[in-house]
C-alpha cells in the first residue's frame, strides 16, 4: 500500500468508526420473498465463472460485526472506490452490459461490488452474508450495490457512496438480491417502499 492510498485508508476508517454507535443501536434486515430470474449480466458472469454460482452456505445466522470486521467493510469500501475509476461497459467491453471483476482498473456499479465481495470473502466473510443487490435509484435508474448481512444488520457498500450505511439509510428502493444459501439464485426484495419487482438487465 502506498503512502498516498494509506492516507486515505486510515482517513476512511476515522471518518466512519464513528458509525460503530450507530451500526450496534439498530437491527434491520431487508424483507425478501421468493425466488426471482437472476440479471443477464450475472448470470452471463457465472457462465465464465461457474463457481461463482455454486458458493453454497449451511449456517443462517449471518456474520458477527465486531469492531475489526467493521473497519475491514469500512477499507474495502474505500480502497475499492478510490482504486477503481468509473467506465461503463460500453467504453470497457464494447456491450451494453457485461459484469466482471475490474482487474483492468475500470468498471461499473456491479463491478465495484464483485470487487468488494470478492475482498471481504477473501477476509473471511461468507459467501452467504456478501449480496450482489440490484436497486433502483431515485431518478430511476437501475444500480447494483453490495449488502453485507451482519449480526447487527445490513450495510451498502456503494461505489457512489464513500460511506457505509444501513440499507433504511440509503436512497434506493431495493428490487432482488443473492440468495444467503445459494450464490446462484436470487429473491425479490420488499422494502417497503415499491412492491415492483423490476427486470433489471
Request: hydrophobic share 35%; proline share 4%.
Amino acid at each position: 500500500m502506498n503512502g498516498t492510498r494509506g492516507k486515505l485508508l486510515l482517513l476512511a476508517i476515522a471518518l466512519q468508526f464513528f458509525g460503530w454507535g450507530a451500526a450496534q443501536a439498530g437491527v434491520s434486515f431487508m424483507h425478501t420473498g421468493g425466488r426471482t430470474t437472476q440479471p443477464v449480466g450475472h448470470y452471463q458472469f457465472c457462465q465464465r465463472i461457474p463457481q461463482e454460482c455454486k458458493q453454497i452456505t449451511d449456517d443462517q445466522r449471518p456474520v458477527e460485526l465486531t469492531r475489526k470486521l467493521w473497519a475491514t467493510i469500512v477499507a474495502v469500501n474505500s480502497t475499492v472506490n478510490t482504486r477503481i475509476q468509473p467506465r461503463t461497459d460500453l467504453e470497457n467491453y464494447g456491450v451494453e452490459e457485461y459484469w466482471a471483476y475490474p482487474d483492468n482498473g475500470y468498471g461499473d456499479c456491479e463491478d465495484y461490488a464483485l470487487e468488494k465481495r470478492r475482498e471481504l470473502m477473501q477476509a473471511g466473510v461468507p459467501a452467504g452474508d456478501l449480496l450482489m443487490t440490484v436497486a433502483r435509484q431515485p431518478n430511476g435508474d437501475g444500480h447494483a450495490v453490495l449488502t453485507v448481512r451482519t449480526s447487527l444488520g445490513e450495510f451498502i457498500l456503494d461505489n457512489l457512496e464513500q460511506r457505509v450505511l444501513a440499507w433504511t439509510d440509503t436512497p434506493y428502493t431495493y428490487l432482488k438480491r443473492q440468495s444467503t444459501q445459494n450464490s446462484g439464485v436470487w429473491v425479490t426484495i420488499n422494502d417497503g417502499r415499491s412492491d415492483a419487482v423490476a427486470s433489471v438487465r
